[in-house]
């Protein structure tokens, strides 16, 4: 099968090569995939560097969406069941023909989503669901506690600011997003009372403003828009980071005081997953894909994911044998 592999793990150059079909074990309750669409994640190819799992062959892109070719006697999925899911970073990923998947990951895709948009969907939706309803402290999806929250999201036209804006905009928070020009538009529509276009102005300046503070910040970025959401949380708020610990980059001279601060990682979970599928095909949310690519397109597609510049998901369709027009 075709095999997308990083060889060198202190190098981000990928190469695709030929490898076995791997074996799924059923007593480790492993479903063997036969993958339809993946889709990079930014930032990936320098995780080998900081954090090594011994023995795992190099295959970028966790998130899968397919149909199951085997399955464990135990399994609720059967072959032939068309699902989707976020595999754990500890196993070799699904930028492959063929790729394992374990139950507590599995979901059944939404019936009104084809593959690509299904493969946009896991790791982007189930990071924003777990920074809401888990992280923040702040309430459930049918938590009244939401109403009048205000949430900043910086990034919001990325894969995971998408999303916090449509949950966001779902339980009756006011979120307000942080994007470039071209995408004010989409953010507006996809749920944001106000956008801030970081290059006509500044995130620090907008937060000095005693009327701007946020109960809620969500950074999706790290780095300079990070440093500038510290001046954007009121006192006793939270701010979350999905790239880096926000202590590493906190202003002496912030002012906000008892602002809980959080870095997480996202965990693969189907419970999460089934409770997206939901909301997707009640049609209160929706996926959005930046670009799709054939799989021999590797480079183009993660350049794309690394330009930083993507308007939600960039995906690997495998389906395709010739590039898209």
């Not at 795992?56 to 070719?69: L, Q, R, S």
């Amino acid at each position: 099968m075709r095999t997308l592999l990083q060889p060198d793990l202190t190098s981000t150059c990928l190469e695709l090569v030929d490898r076995p079909v791997p074996v799924a074990n059923p007593d480790a309750g492993e479903h063997l995939i036969r993958v339809h669409c993946t889709a990079p994640c930014a930032g990936e190819l320098f995780w080998p560097s900081i954090v090594s799992v011994p023995d795992k062959e190099p295959v970028p892109c966790d998130d899968v969406a397919g149909i199951v070719v085997t399955a464990p006697p135990d399994s609720s999925f059967r072959p032939g069941d068309e699902v989707y899911a976020r595999s754990t970073y500890f196993r070799p990923g699904c930028a492959r023909d063929y790729t394992v998947i374990v139950t507590d990951e599995l979901a059944r895709r939404p019936r009104n989503l084809g593959w690509v948009e299904s493969a946009a969907t896991p790791l982007s939706a189930e990071t924003a669901w777990q920074a809401l309803f888990e992280q923040s402290g702040i309430g459930g999806i049918d938590s009244d506690a939401w109403k009048g929250k205000r949430i900043l999201v910086t990034a919001a036209s990325g894969g995971v600011g998408t999303w916090l804006l449509q949950l966001g905009r779902l339980v009756g928070a006011q979120v307000i997003g942080t994007c470039g020009p071209t995408n004010v538009d989409l953010v507006k529509d996809l749920g944001a009372v106000e956008v801030l276009n970081y290059r006509a102005e500044s995130l620090k300046a907008w937060g000095q403003k005693d009327e701007n503070k946020v109960d809620l910040v969500i950074d999706c970025i790290g780095g300079k828009s990070l440093e500038d959401a510290w001046w954007c949380v009121r006192d006793g708020g939270v701010l979350i980071s999905i790239y880096q610990a926000p202590d590493q980059l906190r202003p002496a001279e912030v002012p906000a005081q008892n602002v809980q601060e959080i870095f997480f990682i996202m965990k693969p979970r189907r419970s999460d997953l089934e409770e997206i599928t939901k909301l997707v095909e009640a049609g209160k949310c929706r996926p959005l894909v930046d670009s799709v690519w054939p799989l021999e397109q590797f480079q183009a597609a993660f350049d794309r994911v690394g330009s930083g510049h993507a308007r939600g998901k960039v995906v690997l369709d495998l389906r395709l044998n010739v590039p898209q027009e």
